[in-house]
């Protein structure tokens, strides 16, 4: 449906691309996140396929058709798109509901109301509809944001980020709601976010970008489970990575790096190594421990409080080795 090749792109000015040889198709419905430590390209990558700029090398294609950017389109923006930058661009002297409806059809004024309605519900905001956009927190205005783009039901729906403003409870719901409307109208999704839970709970495939290069373009549980990289594994947090002269040391032989999340290494009276705690966080649901064993320093779960000093035994229950 949308096909990347071989994109490049450097900002006028520069002479540093600031993406690289950018390769990945895009089913119709799917969702796509893209990650990528901060300044990696992701917002970049949302302009280009929006239209927003003009790419040196590489095509865009919707179907059979080439996507040019400004220089070729007397409007910028795709009109099967949306795309919700981070700024959110509402006008404050029309009200929410107004807003919502900017784009839509004059046409059939009940159904114009239905989507404004049916968008304003899918981010919980319906009570807000005759209120001004600047009266509102700036978690509410990236809602009006989103719904404005979910209103026009476009083929395709860029995210820059669309809930980097809202509180945890508020985002569980909303992100829900939101995902299940695109998939419910078959729409292909593709937004960039920071926080991981986003990229594994809502998103088919995980884009990972690293210095402008596309680093892993893979299912959610492929890029969890098999990692094209040690930049990739910190993407996600807490990790234990080990060279291949320290794995050994936990009877694991490779030739390359090895990846053991912290649920991977269990805790119990009675593991194969013993380890000495040098630190336990709580975490919420369980603590986070931090030990050290042989030199190597390593983190796992445990639902015991361990303090300084403790002596405990552990045992890895799963590894990957990294190719690279
Ligand atoms: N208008 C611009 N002119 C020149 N360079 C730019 C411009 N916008 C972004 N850049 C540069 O392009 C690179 C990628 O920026 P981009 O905003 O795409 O990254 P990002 O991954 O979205 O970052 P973040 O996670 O911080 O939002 C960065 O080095 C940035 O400094």
Same mark, same amino acid.
């Given at each position: 449906?949308?096909?990347?090749?071989?994109?490049?792109?450097?900002?006028?000015?520069?002479?540093?691309?600031?993406?690289?040889?950018?390769?990945? !198709?895009?089913?119709?419905?799917?969702? =796509?996140?893209?990650?990528? $430590?901060?300044? %990696?390209?992701?917002?970049?990558? #949302? +302009? @280009?396929?929006?239209?927003?700029?003009?790419?040196?090398?590489?095509?865009?294609?919707?179907?059979?058709?080439?996507?040019?950017?400004?220089?070729?389109?007397?409007?910028?923006?795709?009109?099967?798109?949306?795309?919700?930058?981070?700024?959110?661009?509402?006008?404050?002297?029309?009200?929410?509901?107004?807003?919502?409806?900017?784009?839509?059809?004059?046409?059939?004024?009940?159904?114009?109301?239905?989507?404004?309605?049916?968008?304003?519900?899918?981010?919980?905001?319906?009570?807000?509809?005759?209120?001004?956009?600047?009266?509102?927190?700036?978690?509410?205005?990236?809602?009006?944001?989103?719904?404005? !783009?979910?209103?026009?039901?476009?083929? =395709?729906?860029?995210?820059? $980020?669309?809930? %980097?403003?809202?509180?945890?409870? #508020? +985002? @569980?719901?909303?992100?829900?709601?939101?995902?299940?409307?695109?998939?419910?109208?078959?729409?292909?999704?593709?937004?960039?976010?920071?926080?991981?839970?986003?990229?594994?709970?809502?998103?088919?495939?995980?884009?990972?970008?690293?210095?402008?290069?596309?680093?892993?373009?893979?299912?959610?549980?492929?890029?969890?489970?098999?990692?094209?990289?040690?930049?990739?594994?910190?993407?996600?947090?807490?990790?234990?990575?080990?060279?291949?002269?320290?794995?050994?040391?936990?009877?694991?032989?490779?030739?390359?790096?090895?990846?053991?999340?912290?649920?991977?290494?269990?805790?119990?009276?009675?593991?194969?190594?013993?380890?000495?705690?040098?630190?336990?966080?709580?975490?919420?649901?369980?603590?986070?421990?931090?030990?050290?064993?042989?030199?190597?320093?390593?983190?796992?779960?445990?639902?015991?409080?361990?303090?300084?000093?403790?002596?405990?035994?552990?045992?890895?229950?799963?590894?990957?080795?990294?190719?690279?």
């Amino acid at each position: 449906m949308l096909k990347i090749d071989n994109l490049n792109y450097n900002y006028p000015g520069f002479t540093e691309n600031v993406l690289n040889n950018i390769n990945f !198709a895009v089913q119709k419905g799917e969702v =796509i996140s893209v990650i990528g $430590e901060s300044g %990696s390209g992701k917002s970049t990558l #949302l +302009k @280009l396929i929006y239209g927003l700029l003009d790419f040196n090398e590489g095509e865009i294609k919707y179907g059979d058709k080439k996507l040019k950017g400004p220089l070729y389109n007397l409007i910028p923006g795709h009109k099967m798109m949306k795309y919700v930058a981070q700024d959110y661009d509402l006008l404050d002297f029309v009200t929410v509901g107004e807003n919502v409806g900017k784009f839509l059809s004059n046409f059939d004024l009940a159904l114009k109301q239905k989507n404004i309605y049916e968008a304003l519900d899918v981010v919980e905001l319906t009570d807000f509809k005759h209120i001004f956009p600047n009266k509102l927190s700036g978690g509410q205005r990236q809602r009006v944001s989103l719904a404005r !783009a979910l209103a026009q039901q476009p083929a =395709i729906l860029l995210l820059d $980020e669309p809930f %980097s403003n809202l509180d945890q409870t #508020l +985002k @569980l719901s909303i992100r829900e709601k939101i995902m299940n409307w695109c998939k419910a109208h078959q729409i292909t999704v593709i937004f960039t976010t920071h926080d991981l839970s986003d990229a594994f709970y809502t998103s088919d495939k995980i884009l990972v970008l690293q210095n402008g290069n596309m680093i892993q373009f893979d299912k959610v549980e492929n890029v969890r489970n098999f990692p094209a990289s040690e930049y990739v594994t910190r993407l996600f947090g807490y990790v234990n990575v080990l060279r291949n002269d320290e794995s050994p040391k936990l009877s694991i032989n490779t030739t390359t790096s090895v990846v053991i999340y912290p649920e991977e290494i269990e805790i119990s009276d009675n593991g194969n190594f013993r380890g000495k705690v040098i630190e336990t966080k709580f975490q919420g649901r369980d603590y986070l421990v931090r030990f050290s064993y042989e030199n190597i320093e390593l983190l796992a779960y445990s639902t015991q409080k361990f303090i300084k000093d403790d002596i405990i035994s552990f045992e890895v229950k799963k590894y990957r080795a990294l190719k690279r």
